[in-house]
Nanobody
Framework: VQLVESGGGLAQPGGSLKLSCKAS????????MSWARQAPGPGLEWVSGISNDGSDTYYRDSVRGRFTVSRDNVKNTLYLHMNSLKPEDTALYFC????????????????????WGQGTRVTVSS
């Protein structure tokens, strides 16, 4: 399994970025996928997720309405469109593979995800 994120960088508050995650080494269309982030304060957070066929999407409350997760199962690529960025969105963003086609949300969400990318850094600052 290989997950390679790209698209991070510096954005101004209120700006936008689009993250991509190119997947290989497994049947991408068979698995749900998530985005997670790690910032110095809050630590590791689940951000958003999408079912294997894209029919179900999920967001943490702090990004709902600003971020949009999507996937292209032909290109084996996961996306995160981030709009209205805030300084508190500053973090290292990871693409994460779930263990099955649908997402579940146990207390420890990491237990239903099994492969991680190396991360792409997002900095929101004026």
């Amino acid at each position: 399994v290989q997950l390679v994120e790209s698209g991070g960088g510096l954005a101004q508050p209120g700006g936008s970025l689009k993250l991509s995650c190119k997947a290989s080494g497994f049947t991408f269309s068979a698995y749900a996928m998530s985005w997670a982030r790690q910032a110095p304060g809050p630590g590791l957070e689940w951000v958003s997720g999408i079912s294997n066929d894209g029919s179900d999407t999920y967001y943490r409350d702090s990004v709902r309405g600003r971020f949009t997760v999507s996937r292209d199962n032909v290109k084996n690529t996961l996306y995160l469109h981030m709009n209205s960025l805030k300084p508190e969105d500053t973090a290292l963003y990871f693409c994460v593979k779930a263990v099955g086609p649908k997402l579940s949300f146990p207390t420890d969400w990491t237990t239903v995800h099994d492969d991680w990318g190396q991360g792409t850094r997002v900095t929101v600052s004026s």
